[in-house]
Nanobody, 121 residues
Framework: QVQLVESGGGLVQAGGSLRLSCAAS????????MGWYRQAAGKQRELVAT???????NYADSVQGRFTISRDNAKNTVYLQMNSLKPGDTAVYYC???????????????WGQGTQVTVSS
């Protein structure tokens, strides 16, 4: 199994910055994609940003130019640097990993428990 633990959420004023971290642990053979999703109250979970093991990235239009995703493959950790935060960014942010665990024959999706990000106006 693979466990994902997020950290770095909190309360920030509009225009401020936060950095989220997510460390994957467990019986990991390899991790393909890692990323961040978010779910605001009353809304569906949506993609924020993803990054492949080779470094290719993808961002939601709403965060392009403000958020930066990165990863440390040696540490099985993914980061999300969030700048110029807006009240509309308020949500629970979930870490995601597409990983191959020891004993598995295919990749599975794993999720963190979520971390709250609140941006005040």
């Amino acid at each position: 199994q693979v466990q994902l633990v997020e950290s770095g959420g909190g309360l920030v004023q509009a225009g401020g910055s936060l950095r989220l971290s997510c460390a994957a642990s467990g019986m990991i053979v390899s991790i393909n994609a890692m990323g961040w999703y978010r779910q605001a109250a009353g809304k569906q979970r949506e993609l924020v940003a993803t990054i492949l093991s080779g470094g290719s990235t993808n961002y939601a239009d709403s965060v392009q130019g403000r958020f930066t995703i990165s990863r440390d493959n040696a540490k099985n950790t993914v980061y999300l640097q969030m700048n110029s935060l807006k009240p509309g960014d308020t949500a629970v942010y979930y870490c995601h990993a597409e990983a191959l665990a020891l004993g598995s024959v295919r990749l599975y999706d794993y999720w963190g428990q979520g971390t709250q990000v609140t941006v005040s106006s």
